[in-house]
């Protein structure tokens, strides 16, 4: 494994800097291989989720059915499964991620009520386009 495959990667690179060694010398200290001992704090990055959103989070969901609008809610749970990952809100609704898809999650879940309405007024300019397209 070779540190940039480390989930301090960018951290130790910085340091190297800082202590005096030029961007190249960092470079070739943080793109070796990792052997024996070399690093204690070696921690691989694709064993690491970074989920948009954490528990308590306030956010703002669009509902399409049954009427299309933007409720605030709270992150209440988040379930992760070896398949999904499933957020769970305050008001009781959920969300499923399969396969660490995240491309739908993010048309439907904003930080934002600003974020929201943005995107609910794009996917409608797309629909009133489609239809006077047909």
């Not at 749970?77 to 898809?101: A, C, G, L, M």
Request: charged letters at 35%; one cysteine or more; glycine letters at 4%.
């Amino acid at each position: 494994m070779k540190c940039k495959d480390c989930l301090h990667y960018k951290v130790c690179r910085k340091w190297y800097i800082l202590t005096g060694h030029s961007a190249k010398e960092a470079d070739e200290i943080v793109g070796r291989e990792i052997t024996g001992g070399f690093c204690t704090d070696l921690s691989d990055k694709s064993m690491t989720i970074e989920l948009p959103c954490k528990v308590g989070d306030k956010v703002y969901v669009h509902y399409v059915s049954p009427s299309d609008e933007i409720k605030e809610t709270i992150v209440d749970k988040i379930i992760i499964h070896k398949e999904f990952t499933k957020i769970v809100f305050s008001n009781r609704s959920e969300f499923t991620i399969w396969d660490n898809d995240w491309s739908t999650y993010k048309k439907v879940v904003f930080r934002t009520r600003e974020e929201a309405e943005k995107a609910l007024e794009e996917t409608e300019n797309e629909s009133n386009q489609r239809r006077t397209s047909d």
